[in-house]
């Protein structure tokens, strides 16, 4: 592994930068292959530079995985596996306008993102970037967000149709008269609800009220419990529509949208 002593390259930002940098770079003597040089340091081959004999592209690899490949139409593939070293690699070859945030989670919503220009791109597989007027475009590889967002009035009649507001209060009234007993005493986060099982307790009275409870901790703030159990009521309703977005301009959009998308998945 790279560990601390990781020599990150310098910038390659065209066909002809990246074709000067492997020229640059003598191939070791012994090696098969010749076409295929060491990048970061002469005695690391995890990341390694070579040029293609049949099609002449400049290809960055990182352990065993091509991660940039530069055509010699000054289009630029980027393939990264999903690590942090794999972005911080990327960004120092490509930054700062074209970075990558590809994450190795397995999340309910998109992790490969990729910034271009400033705008943040859903790239689940691959990007294809090329310069133009005044910075870089992305040409190819970004799917749209699919955000859910909330109908309110439709949320509020479907709270109304579950009984919700009437179980809140019952709630709230057995709380103050301390004769409540939460199911779970340890756990730090809501209960996950499905959508059908929070709509039939809800509607069966305090026999359900009181099932519901079971299944909320002490250990959970009480806002975040009902939260959980509201969102599942609006998914059993249908209130939720879906907003189709090509790209977010900051990380701020991008991360409140990747919570709801999160939240309701």
């Not at 292959?33 to 060491?38: K, L, V």
């Not at 990048?39 to 690391?44: F, I, Q, T, V």
Request: net charge positive; proline share 6%.
């Amino acid at each position: 592994m790279f560990g601390n002593n990781l020599i990150l390259p310098n910038r390659m930002l065209s066909y002809s930068s990246a074709l000067a940098t492997y020229n640059s770079i003598k191939p070791i003597r012994g090696r098969s292959d010749q076409n295929e040089r060491p990048l970061a340091h002469r005695r690391n081959d995890n990341l390694t530079i070579r040029l293609e004999p049949t099609t002449n592209d400049i290809v960055v690899r990182l352990y065993s995985t091509d991660i940039i490949r530069y055509n010699d139409d000054d289009v630029i593939v980027l393939e990264p596996y999903t690590s942090a070293l794999t972005n911080r690699v990327m960004r120092s070859i490509l930054g700062p306008h074209v970075n990558t945030h590809w994450a190795d989670r397995d999340r309910p919503a998109p992790d490969h993102i990729t910034v271009v220009n400033g705008r943040y791109y859903n790239t689940p597989e691959f990007a294809t970037i090329r310069p133009a007027q005044g910075g870089w475009e992305l040409v190819g590889g970004a799917k749209p967000f699919e955000v859910p967002r909330l109908d309110r009035e439709e949320g509020k009649q479907a709270l109304r149709d579950a009984n919700y507001y009437t179980f809140k209060l019952w709630l709230e009234t057995r709380i103050r008269l301390g004769v409540i007993e939460f199911g779970y005493r340890w756990s730090r986060s809501p209960y996950k609800w499905t959508p059908r099982l929070a709509w039939q307790y809800l509607t069966a009275g305090e026999e359900g009220w009181a099932e519901v409870v079971k299944r909320m901790s002490s250990s959970t703030p009480l806002e975040r419990e009902l939260e959980s159990l509201r969102r599942a009521v609006y998914s059993y309703a249908g209130c939720y529509d879906t907003e189709t977005v090509e790209y977010f301009d900051s990380w701020q959009q991008l991360d409140a949208a990747l919570r709801q998308m999160r939240r309701i998945a």
